[in-house]
Nanobody
Framework: QVQLVESGGGSVQAGDSLRLSCAASGYVYRTYCMAWFRQAPGKEREWVARINPDSIRSYADSVKGRFTISQDNARNTRYLQMNRLKPEESGMYFC???????????????WGQGTQVAVSS
């Protein structure tokens, strides 16, 4: 059973930074792609970044140069460093794991409960 637990969300001002964490259990990092998604109220879940088992990283255009996805395999934890946050990036942030490394949320099998990010202007 794979379990994902996110943490690190909070309320910040525009331009501030946050680092989200996703702790995994029962998860073999060499097997799964891991991604971050976000969802604002009333909107669809949006892909933010992903990292595959070979540590190849991909980012949505809107976050390139500001967000960094990383992993600590010894801790079985993935991170999303978010810099220069914008108000429109507020929402629930989810980490997900799956066998197919895409930006489509339906391709991910396991999801955390989410961590809330609020960015005020």
């Amino acid at each position: 059973q794979v379990q994902l637990v996110e943490s690190g969300g909070g309320s910040v001002q525009a331009g501030d930074s946050l680092r989200l964490s996703c702790a995994a259990s029962g998860y073999v990092y060499r097997t799964y792609c891991m991604a971050w998604f976000r969802q604002a109220p009333g909107k669809e879940r949006e892909w933010v970044a992903r990292i595959n088992p070979d540590s190849i990283r991909s980012y949505a255009d809107s976050v390139k140069g500001r967000f960094t996805i990383s992993q600590d395999n010894a801790r079985n934890t993935r991170y999303l460093q978010m810099n220069r946050l914008k108000p429109e990036e507020s929402g629930m942030y989810f980490c997900a794991a799956g066998g197919a490394c895409t930006s489509n949320p339906t391709h991910f099998d396991y999801w955390g409960q989410g961590t809330q990010v609020a960015v005020s202007s």
